[in-house]
């Protein structure tokens, strides 16, 4: 099992940006994909960006687009996920997840981690 610590959220002005990170640790190797999801109160999570560990191809939710950025830092065993121009309808409670695909839906998803609130103000 792998456990996963997601960190940076808060409360941001619209237009603002924030830092997420996903630290990972335990059965890191079993882990070869990791995703953001985001859910907003009353809604069902959704996917926004996912990436492999090992490197290749970043995907992203058209919604976020040339305003979200995934990377990673291996030595760190640390995902993360920058976020620029945010927006009012980017509020919601941030998740990260580990798998095997680097999918668009939660159930490609394994662990989760316990999330983290980013809220913007118009």
């Known amino acids: 099992q792998v456990q996963l610590v997601e960190s940076g959220g808060g409360l941001v002005e619209a237009g603002g940006s924030l830092r997420l990170s996903c630290a990972a640790s335990g059965r890191t190797f079993s882990s070869r994909a990791v995703g953001w999801f985001r859910q907003a109160p009353g809604k069902e999570r959704t996917f926004v960006a996912a990436?492999?560990?090992?490197?290749?191809?970043?995907y992203y939710n058209d919604s976020v687009k040339g305003r979200f950025t995934i990377s990673r830092d291996n030595a760190k065993n640390t995902v993360y996920l920058q976020m620029n121009s945010l927006k009012p309808e980017d509020t919601a409670v941030y998740y990260c997840?580990?798998?095997?695909?680097?999918?668009?839906?939660?159930?490609?998803?394994?662990?989760w981690g316990q999330g983290t609130q980013v809220t913007v103000s118009s």
């Open positions: 997840g580990g798998g095997v695909v680097a999918g668009t839906g939660s159930h490609d998803y394994i662990d």
């Open positions: 990436m492999y560990w090992s490197g290749g191809g970043t």
